[in-house]
C-alpha cells in the first residue's frame, strides 16, 4: 500500500491548525477537526510551494504570543 501523503500526481488540500503550522493533507480523506483548507484541490507540488510561501515563520502562534513577537497568519486568498 502506498502512504497518500507521498502521490505527485494525487490532489492535495493546504490546511492551517490554530497555532499557524500548515499541512499537506491528501483530498480524498476528509479534512479533521481544527483545521482549515487555505488551498483546495491542487498537486502536490503546488500545494507544497504555497506552504513553503506562506509558513515562513514555523513558531506557533502561542508561542509568538508569549514572547511578543508576532507571528503572521495571511487569510485563505490573500
Do not use: H
Amino acid at each position: 500500500m502506498s502512504n497518500p501523503f507521498e502521490q505527485e500526481d494525487s490532489n492535495y488540500l493546504v490546511l492551517i491548525n490554530e497555532e499557524g503550522q500548515y499541512s499537506l493533507w491528501p483530498a480524498s480523506i476528509p479534512v479533521p477537526a481544527g483545521w482549515t483548507q487555505m488551498l483546495g484541490k491542487a498537486k502536490r507540488r503546488v500545494c507544497l510551494d504555497y506552504i513553503a510561501e506562506q509558513w515562513t515563520d514555523l513558531k506557533p502562534l502561542s508561542l509568538c504570543d508569549e514572547t511578543g513577537m508576532p507571528g503572521v497568519v495571511q487569510e485563505a486568498g490573500g
